[in-house]
């Protein structure tokens, strides 16, 4: 689905002011409907600019902010350097407009600069468009199901009712699986193993609130079972009449390692 609004020539580059940061929070508020108690605040932003994390911005011609994706610095349990983009967020207006893409792109183009081959993130595995753009045109991996990740006191209108369970996807940066979904191409092996959940999640919460607790019982289940099989999800597919699926195949661990060599 595309942007029906007229979308503005703009930018991207890093925020760097208070102003700026100021603009990211204000957009936090306006796209998950937080409380100030959920807002991730100023000084964080200061703080990871200056702790080798970085907050790349989408800015019009007049300066103003209306997308931004946050990353932190992070090291793995062996000590290996990532960053964990912890936000990505695009005037509501304007989604659907590619913008969230050529933020992520430009992640991508800061890590390739500090020489890290690895950046994640988190999302929520009944959110569809979410998994299109993470799986199939970013070519992001999930190897890893949170239950429950951020508990149940979020202030966010998008997060009642159900378990914040969170994908954790791995975004590989300089891999050939992430350059060829870049360029389009899609793997042509059949999968192990599917796991389906609804193309429109917020529909199904509207009229029956006890079906998508189904549904996210039925995506846990299915996530946990797989990836306890030695499994990943590299494949997604949308299908318009309704039900969507992740696709699962036999994990291959050369990806991780050869890019930390590379």
Request: hydrophobic residues 35%; proline residues 3%.
């Amino acid at each position: 689905m595309k942007s029906d609004a007229v979308i503005p020539e703009y930018t991207i580059r890093q925020c760097a002011t208070l102003e700026e940061y100021e603009a990211c929070l204000q957009m936090q508020r306006d796209v998950w409907q937080f409380s100030d108690l959920d807002v991730t605040p100023l000084r964080s932003f200061v703080i990871t600019r200056r702790s080798g994390g970085f907050t790349m911005g989408a800015f019009d011609a007049s300066n103003k902010l209306f997308g931004f994706a946050h990353a932190l610095a992070a090291f793995d349990e062996n000590l290996r350097p990532y960053y964990y983009s912890q936000m990505l967020a695009v005037e509501p207006r304007l989604q659907n407009a590619g913008i969230g893409v050529k933020l992520k792109l430009a992640q991508r183009e800061h890590a390739f600069k500090t020489g890290v081959p690895l950046m994640t993130w988190t999302f929520d595995p009944l959110q569809s468009r979410n998994a299109y753009l993470n799986i199939i045109k970013l070519g992001g991996v999930v190897r890893r199901y949170y239950v429950n990740y951020y508990g149940n006191k979020s202030t966010s209108a998008l997060h009642r009712g159900l378990d914040t369970d969170r994908l954790f996807v791995e975004w590989w940066v300089r891999s050939d699986h992430v350059a060829d979904a870049l360029a389009g191409k899609r793997r042509a092996d059949k999968p192990e193993a599917v796991v389906e959940v609804p193309r429109d999640i917020e529909a199904v919460k509207k009229q029956d609130m006890d079906e998508a607790r189904h549904w996210q019982l039925h995506a846990r289940d299915g996530f946990q079972k797989r990836l306890s099989e030695g499994l990943y999800c590299a494949g997604f597919e949308a299908d318009p009449n309704g039900v969507s699926r992740y696709l699962f195949f036999r994990d291959d661990q050369r990806e991780r390692e050869e890019s930390y060599k590379q």
